[in-house]
């Protein structure tokens, strides 16, 4: 009998996590509630300020790929001052070209175009295809302190594993608190609209970090795009929208509002996902900032490795070890993989 593992939480992360753990040949059981991605797909990009975030996602990229998803690539632009350091681009071996006159963008003086390709990740046909093969129990987990252990309660049931591993997003840390552990994580709300934009942006994947904002192309002319973020739970603020809809204007000529909403996203101290151990048979992996697409397949198999296999913690930016006792600084974080974190 392999090692009993259950993981909690069935998104990217965790999905990925109850995955990689099957395949060496733990005992693993996925507890989850009925996750479904709002949007059709998500984005995962290469264009970042960090070389090793560029290689995880390429792993990630190869994953996907090698599960049979279907995959599109799209175009991305990412504005930025002309003095930017692509350097990370160029050490990665990403393709990319600098363009500093567009007749589809907008540019101010001293400003460029950066042109990679990303990649839409269906993300909901993936989670369905990867969950079919593992055992699944569909609820809300529950986990208590037992007999030196943990033990986590689920429609009535309690399974009692050697290995936990909180997978479940912005909640993971009231989770770790229900069984006295403090994890260096901080949820916070993430603001987007829906906007009816140019047609150009329908095929567009965009990264304005002068004017700071985003867009991700959504249903033909229908589009996602935002920039902020507030306290955990909070709505986006009052004319959110509107102001979305006039920075996109300012590059493209226009955009119309539709509305506006709010989701929960997690931070670590770094700006950037963590996995590891917290306590003695209880892991960790999570502060996405809801981009678990680009870097949570790669992340989530370095993990399932470490718990069945043991070994030392490696020294990279990535293992919460590395933070325990801290915690994430400001309101709004820098995110790891936006260039913003590198200008700034």
């Excluded at 070389?51 to 049979?68: N, T």
């Excluded at 909403?261 to 306590?279: F, K, L």
Aim: hydrophobic share 40%; aromatic share 8%.
């Amino acid at each position: 009998m392999g090692l009993k593992v259950v993981v909690i939480g069935g998104g990217i992360a965790g999905t990925f996590t109850a995955y990689f753990l099957a395949r060496l040949g733990a005992d693993v059981t996925l507890v989850t509630r009925s996750v479904r991605y709002p949007v059709p797909s998500l984005v995962l990009t290469l264009s970042m300020p960090n070389v090793e975030d560029i290689m995880l996602a390429r792993e990630s990229l190869s994953i996907y790929s090698s599960l049979g998803a279907r995959l599109r690539e799209v175009t991305s632009i990412d504005i930025l001052p002309e003095d930017a350091d692509l350097s990370p681009l160029r050490e990665a071996n990403v393709k990319y070209e600098v363009v500093k006159q567009s007749s589809l963008v907008h540019l101010n003086y001293g400003e460029m175009i950066v042109k990679t390709t990303d990649y839409l990740i269906p993300v909901n046909d993936i989670l369905r295809r990867v969950q079919a093969h593992l055992k699944v129990i569909r609820g809300d987990g529950v986990v208590k302190r037992v007999d030196g252990g943990v033990a986590i309660y689920v429609n009535g049931k309690a399974l009692k594993p050697d290995a936990l591993v909180l997978a479940a997003g912005p909640n993971n840390s009231e989770l770790a608190s229900s069984i006295g552990v403090e994890l260096p994580l901080r949820r916070y709300s993430c603001y987007a609209s829906l906007l009816i934009a140019p047609w150009s942006l329908s095929r567009l994947s965009v990264g304005d970090y002068i004017l700071d904002w985003y867009s991700r192309p959504l249903w033909g002319p229908i589009i996602a795009a935002g920039d902020g973020c507030g306290p955990p739970y909070s709505k986006p603020p009052k004319g959110y929208s509107r102001r979305i809809a006039s920075l996109v204007s300012m590059r493209f000529g226009w955009a119309i509002p539709l509305y506006s909403r709010s989701g929960m996203c997690e931070v670590s101290p770094s700006g950037g996902p963590v996995y590891g151990r917290v306590a003695d048979g209880i892991y960790v992996i999570g502060g996405f900032d809801g981009y678990g697409s680009m870097i949570g397949p790669a992340l989530a198999r370095r993990l399932a490795a470490f718990i069945v296999e043991g070994g030392e913690v490696e020294d990279n930016g990535y293992r919460v070890e590395k933070y325990l006792g801290m915690q994430p600084s400001g309101e709004c974080p820098e995110e790891r993989h936006s260039w913003r974190s590198a200008l700034i």
